[in-house]
């Protein structure tokens, strides 16, 4: 194979753009319909862990349990439905779990289930089209991130992070 620049161009086909991505995802039941904008995401990372197991001096490396990475989105903050910022509702979502004032909740087991939510994060060719599609079940915010307010700050729109925690995903395509 030929290492020159042409050869690499001929064979080259295009590349994958990093800005192009969807996600969808409902922030609790509360809000099953809400419509909101992701600036920033990625695939999740999973590890897959490795047993050490000796013998005889040696040791014999096995595959083990396999872990998720918190998923972490940053959102574009918006006028959601009702005139409401979008960081309400996603801080909505995450005092269904544990209240900021009682630090409980009222919600059984099967409650905390009914509130946990699917998301898809979708990688996008140029043209739009479907490339990858990783759904994450059981979803909830472990943290509601700040949302940074500065006088000097102009023509920029707010975000904040959101970290998602989630009990699998499933690669679908």
Known sequence: MSHSISSFINNFGGGLRPNRFRV????????PNLTFHIRAASMPASTLSTLLIPYRGRTFKMP???T???????VLDDIAQGGVSLWRPFHDWSEQF???VTNLTTATQKDFTDKMTTWNVYQLD???ADLRRITLY?????D???VALSMDTN???VTFPINLEYSHYDVII
């Not at 969808?24 to 809000?31: I, L, Q, R």
């Not at 998720?68 to 940053?74: E, G, R, V």
Request: proline share 3%.
């Open 24 to 31: 969808t995802g409902s922030v609790g039941s509360n809000t």
């Open 64 to 66: 083990g349990n396999r």
């Open 68 to 74: 998720y990475a918190t998923w972490q989105i940053s």
């Open 98 to 100: 544990n209240d900021h």
């Open 126 to 128: 140029i043209n739009g």
């Open 138 to 142: 059981n979803c909830w915010p472990s």
């Open 144 to 146: 509601v991130g700040q």
């Open 155 to 157: 023509d920029e729109l």
